[in-house]
């Protein structure tokens, strides 16, 4: 599948700061999903958007469907220093396939 | 959520040999499974798609003799690396969703090192 557009690429962010990355794609996706890759670990499915505008929580995450269904964010609230680690957005077209993007390193300063 | 199992979790093998991985669906069946390579503070890249029952579908520039796939099962997916090169080392992931169209959940990957 293709790379979709990430960014930021990296962060560094103080602790209790919000966080806010976005994928970007030039097709349409049906599924939008992010996850948190730990180092040696398999990716970790944070939020899942189905819909168009679908706008959904888990907890201090928070993720959107963007309208044109070519693009998502992920927000992190108050972020905390387990919050560390890579987040990569994927996309699900009719295929079944996911395409993701490069990812981004976010890192918590205590 | 649903749970993928993926084993081993590490493997080291001598240039030559083959090395098998396997990846299990361990609460629910998939006919399809994936499986991903990802080098060092890079992206997954998808190598081929899994089908139970018949022959997996690979990406491009992937060899197939090279990554042999079977899904004899609808719970379980092997990836085997036929003589594995130094430059076959690097990190495999496989997926697998409950339907199609929902989210896809991961195995904890392996690590393979070849020497």
């Known amino acids: 599948g293709q790379q979709l557009n990430q960014s930021p690429q990296s962060m560094f962010i103080q602790e209790g700061e919000d966080v806010s990355m976005n994928c970007t794609s030039s097709s349409i996706f049906n599924t939008w999903l992010w996850y948190k890759q730990d180092p040696g670990e398999g990716p970790v499915l944070l939020i899942a958007l189905y819909k168009a505008g679908e706008l959904t929580s888990n907890g201090r995450l928070t993720a959107q469907f963007g309208i044109t269904r070519k693009d998502s964010f992920l927000n992190i609230s108050a972020s905390i220093p387990s919050d560390v680690g890579i987040y990569f957005c994927?996309?699900?077209?009719?295929?079944?396939?996911?395409?993701f993007g490069a990812g981004t390193t976010v890192t918590v300063r205590a | 959520g649903a749970v993928v199992s993926q084993h081993p979790s590490w493997v080291i093998c001598k240039s030559g040999t083959s090395v098998k991985i396997e990846c299990r669906s361990l609460?629910?069946?998939?006919?399809?499974m994936f499986w991903y390579r990802q080098f060092p503070k890079q992206s997954l890249m998808l190598m081929a798609t899994?089908?139970?029952?018949?022959?997996?579908?690979?990406e491009q520039g992937v060899e197939k003799d090279k990554f042999l796939i079977n899904h004899a099962s609808l719970t379980l997916s092997t990836l085997t690396v036929t003589s594995a090169h130094p430059e076959d080392s690097s990190f495999y992931i496989c997926?697998?969703?409950?339907?199609?169209?929902?989210?896809?959940?991961f195995g904890q990957g392996t690590r393979l090192t070849v020497v």
């Open positions: 997926s697998a969703s409950p339907g199609d169209i929902t989210e896809a959940f």
């Open positions: 994927a996309g699900k077209s009719n295929d079944y396939k996911l395409s």
């Open positions: 899994s089908n139970e029952g018949s022959k997996a579908t690979y």
């Open positions: 609460d629910f069946q998939a006919t399809t």
